[in-house]
């Protein structure tokens, strides 16, 4: 039996818990098996493939493990000699330091400044002063794509530095498993196997609520930093404090709008053309700079 082909059915957790029950019910290898000493729990296609890969071959009156101690050292290696391998791999839950939690606070008290203009004014007088050498030799416009190019920046360098990309692909490769596993369950008709990984998946749930806090965790820092430049233009525009000139833009299809005037829907034109820059900006720094900011490729 090739190696290779053994290794192609672990990565496919149907056909490695298919694997698991051919080997735990022929006695590590030792006795031959027939079609119906497995058809509780094997499809007739796992059967098949099995056979026509060479993992089992034709024996007296049935067929057996073409290299048991193979197979054996394959499933130990994969901590895994029964049929309840593929779903009882626990995941460390994510914690957040202290430091985390804090910016966090800080962050909801921040966001307070969109309700409140007392927050607002004193965040945005403060950001005001950092700002007045960019607001003073560039058109408002102009300002805004930096800011855009900045927060773009420093979110995209967060979010890859920050996300454990290792083990939110090991949360989408457990649901991704379970998933596989009761459509094969369900494909040979195994109810005890469904029962089982209905309890799997109940076990599981907590995945949801870890791979929320994976996914949330750079959100915060990137809101602390947001924020407080999204306020100060939200004061810059709504609170009178443009230079004179700033009317607005020219924009195709809609001509000339005013920074205020609504531009899509209900949003106005300065928080289009922000939102418009930083995607832009987001996608420019991440293939310029090779910086990957999912799980999927990262793995």
């Given at each position: 039996m090739p190696v290779e082909q053994l290794e192609l059915f672990l990565d496919n957790p149907a056909m490695h818990e298919a694997l698991s029950v051919v080997f735990e019910r022929s006695?590590?290898?030792?006795?031959?098996?027939?079609?119906?000493d497995v058809r509780d729990a094997l499809s007739t296609n796992q059967w098949g493939r099995l056979i026509e890969s060479g993992v089992l071959v034709s024996g007296g009156t049935g067929f057996t493990l073409a290299n048991p101690e193979r197979?054996?050292?394959?499933?130990?290696?994969?901590?895994?000699?029964?049929?309840?391998?593929?779903?009882?791999?626990?995941?460390?839950?994510?914690?957040?330091?202290?430091y985390d939690k804090a910016a966090g606070i800080t962050a909801l008290a921040l966001f307070a400044g969109y309700w409140n203009q007392g927050i607002r004014d004193v965040i945005a007088s403060f950001d005001n002063i950092l700002l007045a050498p960019i607001?003073?030799?560039?058109?408002?416009?102009?300002?805004?794509?930096?800011?855009?190019?900045?927060?773009?920046?420093?979110?995209t360098v967060l979010q890859a530095r920050l996300m454990d990309h290792e083990k939110m692909q090991a949360y989408q490769d457990r649901m991704t498993e379970l998933k596989e596993r009761?459509?094969?369950a369900?494909?040979?008709?195994?109810?005890?196997?469904?029962?089982?990984?209905?309890?799997?998946?109940?076990?599981?749930?907590?995945?949801?609520?870890?791979?929320?806090?994976?996914q949330f965790r750079p959100m915060v820092w990137i809101m602390l930093l947001t924020i407080p430049v999204f306020l100060w233009l939200r004061w810059k525009v709504r609170g009178g404090h443009l230079g004179v000139g700033e009317t607005g833009l020219i924009v195709p299809l809609a001509g000339a709008v005013?920074?205020?005037?609504?531009?899509?829907?209900p949003m106005s034109t300065w928080i289009v053309?922000?939102?418009?820059?930083?995607?832009?900006?987001?996608q420019i720094i991440q293939k310029t700079f090779n910086i990957q900011t999912s799980s999927t490729s990262s793995s």
């Open positions: 006695d590590g290898g030792s006795e031959e098996l027939q079609w119906d197979v054996r050292q394959t499933l130990e290696e994969q901590g895994d000699v029964s049929t309840e391998t593929t779903g009882g791999n626990e995941i460390e839950s994510e914690s957040w330091a202290w607001t003073d030799a560039l058109p408002f416009y102009a300002v805004i794509i930096v800011l855009a190019v900045v927060t773009g920046l420093y979110s009761k459509e094969a369900k494909e040979r008709g195994d109810d005890e196997a469904l029962d089982r990984i209905q309890e799997e998946q109940m076990e599981a749930a907590g995945d949801q609520l870890g791979m929320f806090k994976l005013s920074w205020q005037e609504p531009l899509l829907g053309w922000y939102f418009v820059c930083s995607m832009a900006s987001r």
